[in-house]
């Protein structure tokens, strides 16, 4: 079976502007999340969904940032008015973990390249 | 509280052992390893829960100390497929977000 895929694989746009990041989780898994990791650093947690509905989304910067998952499957990550540092790779994870401890076993996809010039 | 990961780098022969430490300022519930190829997506290693449990399989075992809130990543016989940058993440409570630390990059020599 196919892991996660996130898409576009890179991105790149100009400060101001409004990107979206989509991910596409492991069939079945009902966990998505999504990190962000900056250069020499460990990811950042951003957003945890346990199905439709954002279950945590503590880490997410300001409200420049937002992330859906309107059917519990694919998830979109939106940012607007992008930032200079905004810029990083963006991780998005799946589990097939429901309910006990969310934090099981996560399958990481390949991740966007963001680069706000 | 973001863990301190040391050393912050590593290099060595093929079949050596290598030991990673995981440090938190405080009380953890779990701690997570994970190990990442430059350029590619973090891969699921284990997870350790209160208890001192030590896990493991083949050659890759951890240790989780909650008395010093450490946890320690035990490489045996090293292989070259073990070079990556290896993370550890911290929970302090069941249920809240993972920190990760900055990372401790291992390099394999044939």
């Known amino acids: 079976g196919a892991g996660v895929s996130q898409t576009p694989s890179n991105k790149v746009t100009e400060k101001g502007k409004y990107v979206e990041l989509r991910c596409d989780p492991i069939?079945?898994?009902?966990?998505l999340y999504w990190y962000r990791q900056s250069l020499g650093q460990g990811p950042e947690f951003l957003i945890y969904f346990q199905g439709t509905g954002a279950a945590d989304d503590s880490g997410l910067p300001n409200d420049r940032f937002f992330a859906v998952r309107p059917e519990g499957s694919v998830s979109t990550l939106k940012i607007q008015r992008t930032e200079r540092g905004d810029s990083a790779v963006y991780l998005c994870a799946s589990s097939p973990k429901v309910g006990g401890d969310k934090w099981e076993t996560q399958y990481f996809g390949p991740g966007t390249r963001l680069l706000v010039l | 509280q973001q863990p301190v990961q040391s050393p912050q780098a590593v290099i060595l022969r093929e079949g050596e052992d290598a030991v990673i430490n995981c440090s938190s300022s405080?009380?953890?519930?779990?701690v997570h390893w994970y190990r990442q190829k430059h350029g590619e997506a973090p891969v699921f290693l284990m997870i350790l829960l209160k208890g001192g449990e030590q896990k493991g399989h083949e050659k890759i075992s951890a240790s989780f100390n909650e008395k010093k809130q450490q946890s320690s990543l035990y490489l045996t016989a090293s292989q070259l497929s073990y070079s990556g940058t290896y993370f550890c993440g911290t929970e302090p409570n069941r249920d809240d977000k993972i920190i990760f630390g900055k990372g401790t990059r291992l390099h394999i020599l044939p």
């Open positions: 405080k009380a953890l519930y779990s």
């Open positions: 069939s079945g898994h009902t966990a």
